[in-house]
């Protein structure tokens, strides 16, 4: 009796085809697997075939799926719906029971997986950590933590980022320092924002001990999707300095900030760069230069390794110029 109920069960599993999403393109081809995010111009659907895949929303003819899903007509507002169901050419059903409502696929800006809370949040950062022991006629330990969070909803996202470095040779600390800043941005249009910054940073071996920096202005998202980010912002900064001696400046700068992130290779890799360049309209400075460039290999979903080249630069006179370069390797998680 129980072979026979396991044979039928068998028999059955095997029969029941296995859920997925599938979205049907306008060359013919077909696509089976989950779909993860619609964003950007690009619809990603995770295969057991071949990884993530990035299609171009253009090209699909329609689309079905068994999830919940949260479509979005516009940049701030979206309908959830219990399913997706295919339609005739360039047009999707979405299920809600008894009130099924056809819109155009052009009209779709997003679809994401809805949230417990807010509906429409992404959020998404990564944690990266290094370490380096070295042996030799001076020993060294060196380690450094990085993060970086962001989350959007609506017309506002948050954007949170800090780093530790620290360094000993034979027991002596020689680089003691810490960073953190807090992006506030607020969308106008789908691509202009308002910028509004604060930071913090802390040197415990260095001359310039602290700095302190609150900053303003516009900013231009090309583009912010699965796939990757890129964004450009002009801020208006008030700037104080306060070094290990005593001594204070304040003076206040024009800044150009960039943000750029980009996956190949199936979302396997990410080649990253952000950083910040300023010229000061007084004080002791000439420029200054804060810039991280790096990739990051995903080995899950969720853990990667990384490499990363960090520049720091303040120009001026002999007693207040800074000027220092690290490069990185190590681990971290992603979400």
């Not at 800043?181 to 940073?201: P, S, V």
């Not at 080649?271 to 300023?278: A, D, L, P, S």
Request: with cysteine; glycine share 8%; charged share 30%.
């Amino acid at each position: 009796m129980l072979s026979r109920t396991l044979l039928c069960l068998a028999v059955l599993s095997a029969s029941t085809p296995l859920l997925a999403d599938t979205v049907w393109l306008k060359n013919g081809d077909r696509l089976t697997g989950k779909i993860k995010v619609f964003d950007g111009g690009k619809l990603l659907i995770q295969t057991s075939y071949g990884g993530a895949i990035p299609v171009d929303w253009k090209q699909v003819k329609t689309l079905e799926s068994d999830q919940e899903l949260l479509v979005k007509q516009d940049a701030y507002t979206g309908e959830k719906a219990k399913s997706l169901k295919p339609a005739e050419d360039g047009k999707v059903v979405l299920a809600n029971g008894e009130a099924p409502k056809t819109v155009e696929l052009a009209s779709i800006q997003q679809i994401l997986k809805p949230k417990p809370v807010i509906e429409d949040l992404v959020w998404k950062g990564n944690i990266d950590l290094a370490l380096d022991y070295k042996r030799a006629d001076k020993d060294t330990n060196d380690y450094d933590i990085d993060f970086k969070t962001s989350a959007r909803h609506g017309q506002w996202r948050h954007t949170g980022k800090g780093e530790y470095n620290r360094e000993f040779q034979d027991d002596v600390t020689t680089t003691d320092n810490w960073a953190l800043e807090y992006d506030l941005d607020r969308f106008f249009t789908e691509h202009w924002f308002w910028q509004g910054r604060l930071t913090y940073k802390r040197d415990k071996v260095e001359d310039l001990a602290r700095q302190r920096t609150v900053g303003t202005g516009p900013g231009y998202q090309f583009w912010d999707d699965e796939l990757g980010a890129f964004s450009l912002g002009s801020l208006v900064n008030r700037t104080d300095y306060e070094y290990a001696d005593g001594g204070k400046d304040n003076f206040y700068s024009l800044a150009m900030k960039w943000n750029y992130n980009r996956y190949l290779v199936g979302k396997t890799v990410e080649f990253f760069t952000n950083g910040e360049v300023g010229k000061p309209l007084d004080g002791p400075a000439e420029y200054s230069l804060d810039a991280e460039m790096g990739l990051r290999y995903k080995v899950t979903e969720w853990a990667s390794l990384n490499l990363k080249a960090e520049r720091d630069v303040i120009s001026g006179d002999s007693d207040s110029s800074l000027s220092k370069t690290r490069y990185t390797a190590g681990f971290g998680v992603a979400w």
